[in-house]
Structures are given as structure tokens and as C-alpha cells.
């Protein structure tokens, strides 16, 4: 069983960055790690993803370009950068991974994911 567990986030005043972690063990056995979010009363959307067999990433324009996926393969870590927040970004962030290929129309919905990391809140205000 995959697990993923997150780290960071916390609350933060416009125009403050954050950092979001996900670290699984089977990081080996992971073809896509993806960054979503949902904010309160707001479906759940894609912000960046890394296929890290391969080191492609992809981001959405969700956050338009305010946000940077990276990988650390040593520390079996996927680290999503956030900055120049604001109360618009708040919400509950989550860390999904598949193994399996799928579709380019597939990799932004969240039921093409079987893994999921716990979420970690993220607050913006002032």
C-alpha cells in the first residue's frame, strides 16, 4: 500500500510563500506525483505534477505561475513552492501518485488517483 505523507504549509499573510512536502517510501514504484487543492466550497483542482521517471513536470494555470513543483529523488520528496499567496489560495492542499500511465486528459482529475496524502491546510490573510 502506497502512502503519502505531507508536510508544511500553515498560515501565512498575502504575499508570503509557502512550502508543501510529500514524501512516500515507494517513491520508486510512483509514476506521478500531483499537487491538487480545494478551497472552501470549491471542487478540487490540479496545480502542478511531476512524472519523475521520466522528470517531465506540469503545472496548471490554477495558480498562474505562482507555484514550482520539484523533486528530490534522494529524499524520496516532492516539494510544491507557493508564492505570492493570497486569501484566494486557501484551502486544503493534497499530494496524490499513481503508478500506472494515463492520459494527458486523465493527469488533472483527482479520481485518476488512487493515493492520497493526508492534506495540509493552508491560510492566507492578513
Known amino acids: 500500500q502506497v502512502q503519502l505523507v505531507q508536510s508544511g504549509g500553515g498560515s501565512v499573510q498575502p504575499g508570503g510563500s509557502l512550502r508543501l512536502s510529500c514524501t512516500t517510501s515507494?517513491?520508486?514504484?510512483?509514476?506521478?506525483i500531483t499537487w491538487f487543492r480545494q478551497g472552501p466550497g470549491k471542487e478540487r483542482e490540479g496545480v502542478a505534477e511531476v512524472n519523475h521517471q521520466v522528470g517531465n513536470t506540469a503545472h496548471t494555470d490554477s495558480m498562474k505561475g505562482r507555484a514550482a513543483i520539484f523533486r528530490d529523488s534522494a529524499k524520496k520528496t516532492v516539494t510544491l513552492h507557493m508564492n505570492k499567496l493570497n486569501p484566494e489560495d486557501s484551502g486544503l492542499y493534497y499530494c496524490?501518485?499513481?503508478?500506472?500511465?494515463?492520459?494527458?486528459?486523465?493527469?488533472?482529475?483527482?479520481?485518476?488517483?488512487?493515493?492520497w496524502g493526508q492534506g495540509t491546510q493552508v491560510t492566507v490573510s492578513s
Open positions: 496524490a501518485a499513481r503508478a500506472t500511465p494515463m492520459t494527458w486528459g486523465e493527469l488533472w482529475l483527482p479520481r485518476s488517483y488512487p493515493y
Open positions: 515507494e517513491y520508486d514504484n510512483i509514476r506521478y
